[in-house]
Nanobody, 117 residues
Framework: VQLQASGGGLVQPGGSLRLSCSTS????????LAWFRQGPGEQREYVAA???????NYRDSVKGRFTISRDNARSTMYLQMNNLQPEDTAVYYC????????????WGQGTQVTVSS
């Protein structure tokens, strides 16, 4: 299963980015989806998740700033990130699996987000 993540880049504190993750239509429709991130020298951590039916969940540090969504017609998941802070700097990975709020077996290749002035 291939997941294609994109949308990372360099942004100043307070700025915004939108990440995208796409996969095949059959996999996408059946999967719960999530974003994880791994900062420099840190372990990979959970960021946000969205169920097959559209329920969402976020880690506390991104609530009110990040929004996860899915477009089933385009087989694409998004992570809208607003008011980015230096501590959000990380490689962001999309993840797919059968169950909401459980890490699935399928991963995208990662996209770098750097927040710096």
């Amino acid at each position: 299963v291939q997941l294609q993540a994109s949308g990372g880049g360099l942004v100043q504190p307070g700025g915004s980015l939108r990440l995208s993750c796409s996969t095949s239509r059959s996999i996408f429709a059946a999967s719960a989806l999530a974003w994880f991130r791994q900062g420099p020298g840190e372990q990979r951590e959970y960021v946000a998740a969205i169920s097959q039916g559209g329920s969402t969940n976020y880690r506390d540090s991104v609530k009110g700033r990040f929004t996860i969504s899915r477009d089933n017609a385009r087989s694409t998941m998004y992570l809208q990130m607003n008011n980015l802070q230096p501590e959000d700097t990380a490689v962001y990975y999309c993840n797919a699996g059968d169950y909401f709020l459980q890490q699935g077996p399928y991963w995208g290749q990662g996209t770098q987000v750097t927040v710096s002035s």
